[in-house]
T-cell receptor, first 114, second 112 residues
Framework: QKEVEQNSGPLSVPEGAIASLNCTYSDRGSQSFFWYRQYSGKSPELIMFIYSNGDKEDGRFTAQLNKASQYVSLLIRDSQPSDSATYLC??????????????FGQGTILTVHP | KAGVTQTPRYLIKTRGQQVTLSCSPI?????VSWYQQTPGQGLQFLFE???????NKGNFPGRFSGRQFSNSRSEMNVSTLELGDSALYLC???????????FGPGTRLTVL
């Protein structure tokens, strides 16, 4: 069983639409949740993180966390062609033997077409 | 603030050789994590160092090793290279480890 699963994609949305990216995780002890954006040939870039249940907004990005359902999502409002990239969901823990380890999903490829 | 830097950016080696990759974290960050990224397996955690101590290790063979220096710079070494070691090797730094990690540009290793 994969520890972190993302909607398989690829996801294609028109410019100006809302893109919705989803992620589920298997370990209920997970404490921190991250979204990274990775352009082709580049390294992952941290765009959002969330630790508590609910919504967290930053500009056009909203991260949503539901620990009871073990679900985290990323909404991108007013999608732009420059948002076209692979989005990686990552899950972390704190302390013990889990220091410094993020577990990543396989990523969802998002294409925003004009 | 300068970001995470990694050297070299590209490397070509042959099977059986060894390789050393270097990572300099963001100033003030004491935790460095290393990851391997391949098309088939995605991003996989190798190990993490904090204050010169390895605190966590992923499920990789002993050919993969690392260390951290007193200035928080880190190196990883892969001995007896195999074709399957061809990958993008990424390091990420964070202030405390586990929380917000910022990636360097990566080292693209090709094993022939």
């Amino acid at each position: 069983q994969k520890e972190v699963e993302q909607n398989s994609g690829p996801l294609s949305v028109p410019e100006g639409a809302i893109a919705s990216l989803n992620c589920t995780y298997s370990d209920r002890g997970s404490q921190s949740f991250f979204w990274y954006r990775q352009y082709s040939g580049k390294s992952p870039e941290l765009i959002m993180f969330i630790y508590s249940n609910g919504d967290k907004e930053d500009g056009r990005f909203t991260a949503q966390l539901n620990k009871a359902s073990q679900y985290v999502s990323l909404l991108i409002r007013d999608s732009q062609p420059s948002d076209s990239a692979t989005y990686l969901c990552a899950v972390g823990w704190a302390g013990g033997t889990s220091y410094g380890k993020l577990t990543f999903g396989q990523g969802t490829i998002l294409t925003v077409h004009p | 603030k300068a970001g995470v830097t990694q050297t070299p950016r590209y490397l070509i080696k042959t099977r059986g050789q060894q390789v050393t990759l270097s990572c300099s974290p963001i100033s003030g960050h004491r935790s460095v994590s290393w990851y391997q990224q391949t098309p088939g397996q995605g991003l996989q955690f190798l190990f993490e160092y904090f204050s010169e101590t390895q605190r966590n290790k992923g499920n990789f063979p002993g050919r993969f090793s690392g260390r951290q220096f007193s200035n928080s710079r880190s190196e990883m070494n892969v001995s007896t290279l195999e074709l399957g070691d061809s990958a993008l090797y990424l390091c990420a730094s964070s202030a405390r480890g586990g929380n917000e990690q910022f990636f360097g540009p990566g080292t693209r290793l090709t094993v022939l």
